[in-house]
């Protein structure tokens, strides 16, 4: 019975070196976390930095050109 024990808890340990060694092989530049597909902390933050950057596009067009986004792009008229 010990040898099987042990035989598990080795089995366990190696899992969770597998585990750990698996997420430090690819982390990202700014994050420690993997990238994944779905509802993950690390795809909200990539989401999130690409709103911000297209919330600052909408903004500058609208201060270069003086016109609303909207009028601009042609989906409004005035």
């Not at 585990?19 to 993997?34: C, F, G, M, R, V």
């Not at 597909?37 to 919330?55: K, T, V």
């Amino acid at each position: 019975m010990n040898s099987n024990t042990e035989t598990n808890q080795e089995n366990q340990s190696i899992e969770e070196q597998t585990d750990l060694e698996i997420k430090n092989l690819s982390p990202s530049a700014t994050t420690n976390d993997i990238p994944e597909f779905g509802w993950s902390d690390y795809a909200e933050r990539i989401n999130g930095r690409f709103a911000m950057i297209g919330l600052m596009a909408v903004i500058l067009v609208e201060a270069v050109s003086k016109i609303s986004f909207l009028e601009w792009a042609g989906i409004i008229s005035k």
